[in-house]
C-alpha cells in the first residue's frame, strides 16, 4: 500500500522535500536527540503514529500542519 501524501509538501533545509507520510517518518527518525526531544516533534510523532494507523484527510492535515510548525519553529524550513 502506497504512503499516504501530507497535506502539501514540507521542504525541510538540507533535505529532500517531503511529501508523504513515510518521508515525513524518516526524516523524524532521522533527527538528533536533542531535536527530536523538543515539544512540537514530539507532538509531530504522535501525530504521525495516528495518521499511519488511520489516514484520515483531517489526521494528514493536522499532522502536516504540525511538522510546518517543528520545521518552523525550528529553524529548518526551507522558506
Sequence with gaps: MPSPQLARTLA????????????????MLALPPDVAAR???????AL?????????????EALTAQLDLALFTGGRLEL
Design 12 to 27: 525541510p533545509r538540507d533535505h529532500a522535500p517531503l511529501v508523504t507520510l513515510d518521508d515525513a517518518s524518516r526524516y
Design 39 to 45: 515539544n512540537a516533534w514530539q507532538h509531530a510523532a
Design 48 to 60: 504521525a503514529i495516528e495518521a499511519g494507523e488511520q489516514p484520515t484527510r483531517a489526521a494528514i
